[in-house]
């Protein structure tokens, strides 16, 4: 399995960004979905994450700025960003937990997008 992140970039204050993970590969079932965000120095905070069929729960930072949204037809999770500022500057990574046969479940990590808030 192969989680994909895109829709990062360069934004100002107050701006939005939408961000997309798809999963591609052998999966039977997708357990949960989360959104990290790691900065420079190294921290990783999870930003919000939706578990079974479950609602979005999010980080105090983030709520009423960020949504979490999922295609589970098109096995892909999204996260719509914002009013955002400079803090919300980080490596933004996704993670899933999926179910096959084989392998049962297993968390897998994409390689994140950069999400960079600037003045």
């Known amino acids: 399995v192969q989680l994909q992140a895109s829709g990062g970039g360069l934004v100002q204050p107050g701006g939005s960004l939408r961000l997309s993970c798809a999963a591609s590969g052998k999966i039977v079932r997708i357990n949960t979905w989360a959104w990290y965000r790691q900065t420079p120095g190294g921290e990783r905070e999870l930003v919000g994450s939706v578990i079974g069929g479950g609602s979005p729960t999010y980080v105090d930072s983030v709520k009423g700025r960020f949504t979490i949204s999922i295609d589970n037809a098109k096995n892909t999770m999204y996260l719509q960003m914002n009013s955002l500022t400079p803090e919300d500057t980080a490596r933004y990574l996704c993670?899933?937990?999926?179910?096959?046969?084989?392998?049962?479940?297993?968390?897998?990590w994409g390689e994140g997008t950069q999400v960079t808030v600037y003045s």
């Open positions: 993670q899933s937990n999926v179910y096959d046969w084989s392998t049962g479940s297993v968390y897998y």
